[in-house]
């Protein structure tokens, strides 16, 4: 079984950043997508950011240029660098991994990835 454990969330200023981690254990999910998601009250959850194993990336358009993904394959980490935040990304965030190969043009649908974490709350005052 994998779990992940997302921390780094919390509370900043507009135009402030903060980095997030999602630690892994168990299954070695290094050749496989991982990404990251978000969810405000009363909203869908949405894509934010994904990278796979050679470190190919995809981003949500509302983040693109401000946040960037990365992964530590030997370790089983991701993190999410987030820069110049705005109320709009206050959100729990979530890690999430797939189980298996998942096409680039498929790394925003969030219901095909198998592994999530418990999520961060992210707070961004105006």
């Known amino acids: 079984q994998v779990q992940l454990v997302e921390s780094g969330g919390g509370l900043v200023q507009a135009g402030g950043s903060l980095r997030l981690s999602c630690a892994s254990s168990?299954?070695?999910?290094?050749?496989?997508?991982m990404g990251w998601f978000r969810q405000a009250p009363g909203k869908e959850r949405e894509f934010v950011a994904t990278?796979?194993?050679?470190?190919?990336?995809s981003y949500g358009d509302s983040v693109k240029g401000r946040f960037t993904i990365s992964r530590d394959n030997a370790k089983d980490t991701l993190s999410l660098q987030m820069n110049t935040l705005k109320p709009e990304d206050t959100a729990v965030y979530y890690c999430?991994?797939?189980?298996?190969?998942?096409?680039?043009?498929?790394?925003?649908?969030?219901?095909?990835?198998?592994?999530w974490g418990q999520g961060t709350q992210v707070t961004v005052s105006s």
């Open positions: 999430a991994a797939a189980a298996g190969p998942l096409p680039y043009s498929d790394y925003g649908r969030y219901r095909l990835y198998d592994y």
């Open positions: 990278t796979n194993w050679s470190g190919v990336t």
């Open positions: 168990g299954r070695t999910l290094s050749t496989y997508a």
